[in-house]
C-alpha cells in the first residue's frame, strides 16, 4: 500500500523509507530466535497480507481470535487506507479470505491494513501460550517490530476473529 502509494505521489518519503527498512529486514534472526521455543506453525507475510497467511494457520475447529489494536503497521499506512489507498491484490485477498472473517472492529482503515500484501513482511509465529511473553521478550531485544496480536480459540463459525 505505502509503496503504490508513494509511487503516485500519495505517500511520504518517511513511510516509504520505514516501508523499504522493513521489506529489506531479514527474518532470520527472528526465526532463530523462535526456535528456542514451541513454535508450532510459522508464516511469512507476503502477498496474501497479514489476514491471508493467518487463515493458512488454521484449521477445522480451530479458530483465530486477533487483537485489532496490537497489530503492528506503519502509522501512514492507516491514514492511506482511509483515504481508499488501498491495492487491488488487497481487495482480492479481502475477497478471497473475507467469509471465513468475522470482525466488529470499527476501524474500518485497520482492516484494511491487515489485508495488505506485502513484499516482505514479517513473521507470523504460533508459539506455546506458556512461552509468548518470553519470545516477545527476545524479539523486542532483536529491535524487531513484534506484539502478541492473537490466540488460538475454538470455534466453527469463522477462520478468524477479529476484536
Given at each position: 500500500m505505502?509503496?503504490?502509494?508513494?509511487?503516485?505521489?500519495?505517500?511520504?518519503q518517511?513511510?516509504?523509507?520505514s516501508?523499504?527498512?522493513?521489506?529489506?529486514t531479514?527474518?532470520r534472526?527472528?526465526?532463530?530466535?523462535?526456535?528456542?521455543?514451541?513454535?508450532?506453525?510459522?508464516a511469512?507475510?507476503?502477498?496474501f497480507?497479514?489476514?491471508?497467511?493467518?487463515?493458512?494457520?488454521t484449521?477445522d475447529?480451530?479458530?483465530?481470535a486477533?487483537?485489532?489494536a496490537?497489530?503492528?503497521?506503519?502509522?501512514?499506512a492507516l491514514?492511506?487506507?482511509?483515504?481508499?489507498?488501498?491495492t487491488?491484490?488487497?481487495?482480492?485477498?479481502?475477497?478471497?479470505?473475507?467469509?471465513?472473517?468475522s470482525h466488529?472492529?470499527?476501524?474500518?482503515?485497520?482492516?484494511?491494513?491487515?489485508?495488505?500484501?506485502q513484499?516482505?513482511?514479517?513473521?507470523?509465529?504460533?508459539?506455546?501460550?506458556?512461552d509468548?511473553?518470553?519470545?516477545?521478550?527476545?524479539?523486542q531485544?532483536?529491535e524487531?517490530?513484534?506484539?502478541?496480536?492473537a490466540?488460538?480459540?475454538?470455534?466453527?463459525?469463522y477462520?478468524?476473529?477479529?476484536?
Open positions: 505505502i509503496t503504490a502509494a508513494f509511487n503516485a505521489g500519495e505517500a511520504s518517511r513511510a516509504f523509507d516501508a523499504r527498512a522493513s521489506m529489506a531479514l527474518n534472526a527472528v526465526h532463530e530466535t523462535a526456535r528456542k521455543y514451541r513454535v508450532t506453525a510459522q511469512d507475510v507476503t502477498g497480507g497479514f489476514l491471508g497467511h493467518l487463515s493458512e494457520m484449521s475447529g480451530i479458530s483465530i486477533v487483537n485489532a496490537a497489530i503492528p503497521y506503519i502509522p501512514e491514514c492511506l487506507a482511509a483515504d481508499f489507498m488501498t487491488s491484490a488487497g481487495d482480492a485477498s479481502r475477497q478471497f479470505f473475507g467469509t471465513g472473517i466488529n472492529v470499527t476501524n474500518e482503515p485497520l482492516i484494511g491494513v491487515m489485508y495488505d500484501p513484499t516482505s513482511g514479517g513473521l507470523l509465529i504460533a508459539v506455546h501460550p506458556d509468548a511473553d518470553k519470545l516477545l521478550h527476545d524479539l531485544a532483536l524487531q517490530p513484534s506484539a502478541i496480536a490466540e488460538a480459540i475454538v470455534s466453527e463459525s477462520c478468524i476473529v477479529i476484536k
